[in-house]
């Protein structure tokens, strides 16, 4: 299992980001894929969730109404769309993967995911 984040970069606040999670060594469906982000010293926080082939996402509180995530299941490939970024969304972003969600519920706890990539450095100046 693989999975690789790319997409993150500086901006000044109020600009956009777009994500990418690319996954390998899974199935394209059935899983759930989520966004956590965390900085030096704090736990990791999540953000958004996905089932893949499904269509309900999940957000955190922080995340709704400005962050959007999706999918490209030919590409195996999970986004995260983000707007009005503010200095706050300052941190790491990871996505992971739990290969078994009990009835396509994708939670937005860290334990909760087994897999996950090394992370892509988002900076909102």
């Known amino acids: 299992v693989q999975l690789v984040e790319s997409g993150g970069e500086s901006v000044q606040t109020g600009g956009s980001l777009k994500l990418s999670c690319a996954a390998s060594g899974i199935r394209n469906s059935g899983n759930c894929i989520g966004w956590f982000r965390q900085s030096p010293g704090k736990e990791r926080e999540g953000v958004a969730a996905i089932y893949t082939g499904g269509k309900n996402p999940y957000y955190a509180n922080s995340a709704k109404g400005r962050f959007t995530i999706s999918q490209d299941i030919r590409k195996n490939t999970v986004y995260l769309q983000m707007n009005s970024l503010k200095p706050g969304d300052t941190d790491m972003y990871y996505c992971?993967?739990?290969?078994?969600?009990?009835?396509?519920?994708?939670?937005?706890?860290?334990?909760?995911?087994?897999?996950w990539g090394q992370g892509t450095q988002v900076t909102v100046s």
């Open positions: 992971a993967a739990n290969l078994a969600p009990i009835g396509r519920l994708c939670p937005l706890t860290a334990y909760d995911y087994n897999y």
